[in-house]
């Protein structure tokens, strides 16, 4: 079993819609999770970092939820700009730049 | 603010050669993390260096080994290249201190095809 396991989708949706990616995690000693986006054949960037409170970013909303290893992002009101490959990120239970991707699930927002 | 460089870009190799890729870390970043991301895959952490040590390793077989140089640049050798190599290998640089040690800034990547 991966440590940190995604459905890679795609998850084809019209503009304006809201959308919900899932993700566990096995490794319950994990401390620090993020969600990257990363785009056709470029480098993964950080999107957002994830916090038990949940925290929110414009249209985009985090939340963990420890007690089940599950983290999700939440995507308002969808752009054709958020089309991309969305990767949970876990640390594996070290604070050393180690981090533990999950496979990435592909958006793809349509007109 | 130069961010992460690497090089090369691209490059083409055969089964069983040698391969060497560079990176230069974002400027005030002292540590440098290796992914190899093969496709339709996450990243997958190779290793890490601090001080122009290898601090911790993933799981990838001797045949991956790396340096980091006192400027704090870094590079990746792969030996006896398999075809299963081919991925895009992603350089990550971040600050030791654990304030920062999770806060990885990628730079594009170097694609390795191996035929």
């Known amino acids: 079993r991966k440590e940190v396991e995604q459905d890679p989708g795609p998850f084809n949706v019209p503009e304006g819609a809201t959308v919900a990616f899932n993700c566990t995690y096995s490794?319950?000693?994990?401390?620090?999770f993020f969600w990257y986006r990363q785009d056709c054949r470029k480098e993964p960037k950080l999107l957002m970092s994830?916090?038990?409170s949940g925290n929110e970013d414009g249209r985009f909303t985090a939340q963990l939820n420890r007690a089940s290893q599950y983290i999700s992002l939440l995507i308002r009101d969808s752009k054709l700009s958020d089309s991309a490959t969305y990767l949970c990120?876990?640390?594996?239970?070290?604070?050393?730049?180690?981090?533990?991707f999950g496979q990435g699930t592909t958006l793809q927002v349509k007109p | 603010d130069a961010g992460v460089t690497q090089s090369p870009t691209h490059l083409i190799k055969t089964r069983g050669q040698q391969v060497t890729l560079r990176c230069s870390p974002k400027?005030?970043?002292?540590?440098v993390s290796w992914y190899q991301q093969a496709l339709g895959q996450g990243p997958q952490f190779i290793f890490q260096?601090?001080?122009?040590?290898?601090?911790q390793r993933g799981n990838f077989p001797d045949r991956f080994s790396g340096h980091q140089f006192p400027n704090y640049s870094s590079e990746l050798n792969v030996n006896a290249l398999l075809l299963g190599d081919s991925a895009l290998y992603l350089c990550?640089?971040?600050?030791?201190?654990?304030?920062?040690?999770?806060?990885?800034?990628f730079g594009a990547g170097s694609r390795l095809t191996v035929l």
């Open positions: 990550a640089s971040s600050l030791a201190v654990s304030s920062g040690a999770n806060v990885l800034t």
């Open positions: 490794n319950s000693a994990s401390q620090s």
């Open positions: 994830v916090y038990s």
């Open positions: 990120v876990g640390d594996g239970s070290s604070n050393t730049g180690k981090l533990i």
């Open positions: 400027s005030g970043h002292d540590t």
């Open positions: 260096y601090y001080e122009e040590e290898e601090r």
